[in-house]
């Protein structure tokens, strides 16, 4: 009898020891932080905040454009994106914008139920400005702070109903020019 039961424990526990080993999950087919680069289009509209004459002052018109921009996705709370606009509709006395930005960001959360991720972002590049009457143009330093929200709506195509920015242009020609505006567009995932 006590063999019987020195057998029927070290079988219990060889069991148990084992057991913890089988519950364990293979290794994910696909890791979630993987690279992505998302490439879209937009439409914006865009108040330049400069009527002419050199002075910084709300435009009567408001800039309406087109734009491109490429998101590269890196990890989960980090994405890059690429951005350009052309601001060339509706000017005001041939008044124009074109912008070519770049910089981090950062979704703040994802809504499982919508499909939904508002982010922030800022970026730095250059704006491209055509005064009034074709009379000069400028290129102009320029940083972006802004924020939107990207719904998914395939597993490839993505629509961002709204992306907000404001503009800072700190070396204008007198002072620091703020332009401010929306853009919506669609997205697709290229990989």
């Known amino acids: 009898m006590p063999i019987k039961r020195f057998l029927l424990c070290i079988t219990a526990s060889l069991f148990a020891l084992t057991s913890s080993n089988l519950a364990a999950q293979v290794a ?22 400069y009527k002419g004459s050199g002075i910084e ?8 454009g087109i734009g491109a921009y490429v998101d590269v996705h890196m990890r989960r709370w980090l994405e890059g994106e690429f951005e350009g606009r052309w601001g060339r509709f509706n000017e005001y006395l041939n008044i124009s914008e074109d912008n070519y930005l770049v910089g981090p960001k950062v979704p703040i959360h994802e809504f499982r139920f919508m499909h939904a991720t508002p982010y922030g972002k800022v970026l730095i590049g250059m704006t491209k400005m055509n005064f009034e009457y074709d009379y000069a143009y400028g290129r102009f330093t320029t940083l972006a702070y802004g924020g939107g929200v990207d719904l998914k709506l395939t597993k490839r195509l993505s629509y961002r109903p709204v ?27 290229i990989f």
């Open 28 to 49: 994910p087919s696909a890791r979630r932080g993987q690279l992505a680069i998302t490439a879209g289009g937009l439409f914006s509209a865009f108040q330049p905040e």
């Open 57 to 64: 002052q709300a435009s009567p018109n408001e800039l309406y």
């Open 163 to 189: 992306d907000f920015e404001y503009q800072q242009m700190p070396n204008w020609v007198r002072g620091t020019l703020s332009p401010y505006g929306f853009s919506t567009g669609f997205g697709y995932r």
